[in-house]
């Protein structure tokens, strides 16, 4: 315990000084040691993230699926059981707790589950089959929890757990997610409160600032191991500590947050893993695993959706091309979360420095054309775009796309996802290949809510239920992809990778681990791609040689292996 001890206090020091650690470092100890006691089986868990090219992910709302009389989670088992296992091994619920605004971001009650959807019996179900991703939304909270009404009660210790930074703070620099007022006043019982609320003004950022909070958060993540959640995302991370004159985005003080969870966490929960949400310039996202070791063992690789549209809209792989040959591994511990979709819009900031300007600009107005809108932020020199709302369907295809070729193109580009180093989620949405819910939209004026729909049991089982509807043909491609990726070695989260120039209309990644070689090709454009090869590969799926020239068709995808 002394070199815990040693450990939390450099952290603590590094975050609040010398004499703050000294304060506080027994009490963080306590709470871990209190936590290794009520659970000694989490503590002997395995101290690497544990992954194989088996482990997929499915990103979906707890309430996606309902049936009358029936909790969605319960249904949501159902339906991953029946229509997904064993290819998916794993599912992100997006924030299961009440809330009272921004689909779960805005928790009322961190530790409890909205009523609505189940509670914490359906979620644990769900853990003892598949590996389950929980949200911890630590910058914030809703305006409607009690901790926020204790504040405005101005109750000990209450009063401080909201940032209310003081008047001659120089504000001038802060980063923009939205173009809300950064600041919201509310009356409290000990006056006016100008509180800082990054998201909207029923989300009221907590104030690390006191180490109570930070406490508080660490809790919340043992709660949540506790409850199955073998991985915690850290929802919007990189705001959580201000400074004035700074950018108060991912700052020193939060990479030492991060820091501090992950060495709590491998010594009460260690099989825990820790992702980043830090939908921010590709370099400023990577910071965040580190030495590999220290920091988060997952991070979101927020430039890949944003380039791999780019690709197909200029049915030119080459800037996705550039970016994935430049990536660099984070080492064995520690793994990117590839995706395309999620619940969110496809972020373009982390392409800032990747793609020129007009190129943004070109994807902006393909994003509108499509039936789409666009998420803005505030900087100095008046809103700019933010990210894309829209479905990846939608996103991917031309209005009168005939529905072949919109699923040909759905499917290549999760090819791309599915081959590259790192673990693949997919949300529910790009499972079905759901076009954009305008109706939502409108009703609610909230330009995410194009990609939120939810559905009924019913509908997704007549769905499914017919061969050549465009969901069942999406599910089927995807479960054949995955089935194949799990085969091989090669397609080891953290196996090496090459990204060979094979012109613009190709987009290829090659693979190695345990002497076996894939190499995965894919055509982004609508015309027939010819390659030539090395001889010696064969087939990923039917293990049948190739020639040394093969012929990719429109949106076509190869998976190739050699060794083995």
Same mark, same amino acid.
């Given at each position: 315990m002394? +070199?815990?001890?040693?450990?939390?206090?450099?952290?603590?020091?590094?975050?609040?000084?010398?004499?703050?650690?000294?304060?506080?470092?027994?009490?963080?100890?306590?709470?871990?040691?209190?936590?290794?006691?009520?659970? =000694?089986?989490?503590?002997? /868990?395995? +101290? $690497?993230?544990?992954?194989?090219?088996?482990?997929?992910?499915?990103?979906?709302?707890?309430? #996606?699926?309902?049936?009358? /009389?029936? =909790?969605?989670? !319960?249904?949501?088992?159902?339906?991953?059981?029946?229509?997904?296992?064993?290819?998916?091994?794993?599912?992100?619920?997006?924030?299961?707790? =009440?809330?009272?605004?921004?689909d779960g971001f805005?928790?009322?009650?961190?530790?409890?589950?909205? =009523?609505?959807?189940? *509670?914490?019996?359906?979620?644990?179900?769900? $853990?003892?089959?598949?590996?389950?991703?929980?949200?911890a939304v630590v910058n914030h909270a809703s305006v409607q929890s009690a901790w926020f009404r204790r504040f405005l009660r101005c109750e000990e210790p209450y009063r401080r757990y909201f940032l209310v930074p003081p008047?001659?703070? *120089?504000?001038?620099?802060?980063?923009?997610?939205?173009?809300?007022?950064?600041?919201?006043?509310?009356?409290?019982?000990?006056?006016?409160?100008?509180?800082?609320?990054?998201?909207? $003004?029923? #989300?009221?950022?907590?104030?690390?600032?006191?180490?109570?909070?930070?406490?508080?958060?660490?809790?919340?993540?043992?709660?949540?191991?506790?409850?199955? $959640?073998?991985?915690?995302?850290?929802?919007?991370?990189?705001?959580?500590?201000?400074?004035?004159?700074?950018?108060?985005?991912?700052?020193p003080q939060t990479h030492e947050i991060v820091r501090l969870f992950r060495t709590a966490l491998d010594h009460a929960a260690p099989e825990v893993a820790l992702v980043t949400e830090t939908n921010v310039p590709h370099a400023e996202n990577v910071a965040y695993f580190?030495?590999?070791?220290?920091? %988060? #063992?997952?991070?979101?690789?927020?430039?890949?959706?944003?380039?791999?549209?780019?690709?197909? %809209?200029?049915?030119?792989?080459?800037?996705?091309?550039?970016?994935?040959?430049?990536?660099?591994?984070?080492?064995?511990?520690?793994?990117?979360l590839n995706f395309l979709a999620s619940h969110d819009g496809i972020g373009l900031r982390p392409v800032e420095g990747i793609l020129p300007p *007009?190129?943004?600009?070109?994807?902006?107005?393909?994003?509108?054309?499509?039936?789409?809108?666009?998420?803005?932020?505030?900087?100095?020199?008046?809103?700019a775009p933010y990210e894309l709302n829209s479905t990846w369907y939608d996103a991917l295809n031309p209005p009168g796309t005939p529905e072949e070729l919109g699923v040909r193109r759905l499917l290549a580009s999760h090819a791309i996802m599915l081959a590259l180093a790192g673990l693949p989620a997919v949300y529910v949405h790009a499972l079905f290949g759901t076009p954009n819910w305008r109706e939502g939209f409108e009703r609610s004026g909230e330009k995410r809510k194009l990609n939120r729909r939810k559905f009924r049991e019913a509908e997704v089982e007549a769905w499914l239920a017919d061969p050549a509807s465009r969901p069942r043909r999406i599910v089927e491609?995807?479960?054949?992809?995955?089935?194949?990726?799990?085969?091989? !070695?090669?397609?080891?989260?953290?196996?090496? #990778?090459?990204v060979p120039d094979l012109g613009a209309g190709i987009f290829a990644v090659e693979r190695e681990a345990e002497a076996e070689r894939a190499l995965v090709l894919v055509n982004v454009t609508g015309r027939p791609r010819r390659v030539k090869l090395a001889e010696g590969w064969r087939d990923g799926g039917s293990g049948e040689a190739v020639g040394r020239e093969v012929t990719l068709e429109p949106y076509a995808d190869l998976w190739l292996i050699t060794g083995g």
């Open positions: 002394a +070199r815990l001890s040693e450990r939390l206090h450099r952290h603590l020091a590094a975050i609040y000084g010398a004499e703050e650690a000294r304060r506080w470092v027994p009490r963080f100890r306590e709470r871990l040691e209190r936590f290794v006691r009520a659970h =000694p089986d989490l503590a002997r /868990g395995p +101290r $690497a993230l544990a992954t194989s090219p088996a482990e997929a992910w499915l990103i979906t709302y707890g309430d #996606q699926f309902s049936r009358p /009389g029936e =909790p969605p989670l !319960a249904t949501l088992g159902r339906f991953m059981n029946r229509w997904l296992a064993p290819e998916f091994s794993g599912v992100h619920l997006l924030p299961i707790y =009440p809330y009272s605004s921004d805005s928790v009322i009650d961190y530790r409890a589950v909205d =009523p609505r959807l189940g *509670d914490w019996g359906h979620v644990q179900d769900l $853990a003892r089959r598949y590996t389950l991703m929980l949200d008047a001659d703070w *120089d504000l001038s620099q802060v980063v923009r997610p939205r173009t809300t007022p950064l600041l919201t006043e509310f009356t409290t019982t000990c006056g006016l409160k100008k509180v800082w609320t990054t998201f909207s $003004a029923d #989300q009221a950022d907590l104030n690390y600032r006191e180490p109570g909070v930070l406490l508080e958060a660490l809790e919340l993540l043992f709660f949540y191991a506790a409850r199955g $959640a073998r991985r915690l995302r850290l929802d919007a991370v990189g705001f959580i500590w201000k400074e004035p004159g700074t950018t108060c985005l991912n700052l580190g030495d590999g070791e220290n920091e %988060a #063992q997952l991070v979101y690789n927020f430039a890949l959706p944003p380039l791999v549209l780019h690709a197909f %809209a200029r049915e030119d792989a080459r800037a996705l091309s550039t970016w994935a040959a430049g990536l660099r591994p984070p080492g064995p511990k520690a793994a990117f *007009d190129e943004v600009a070109f994807l902006v107005e393909r994003t509108l054309a499509h039936g789409g809108e666009v998420g803005y932020r505030d900087t100095p020199a008046g809103p491609g995807l479960k054949e992809r995955l089935k194949l990726r799990a085969r091989h !070695a090669a397609f080891h989260p953290s196996a090496p #990778q090459r």
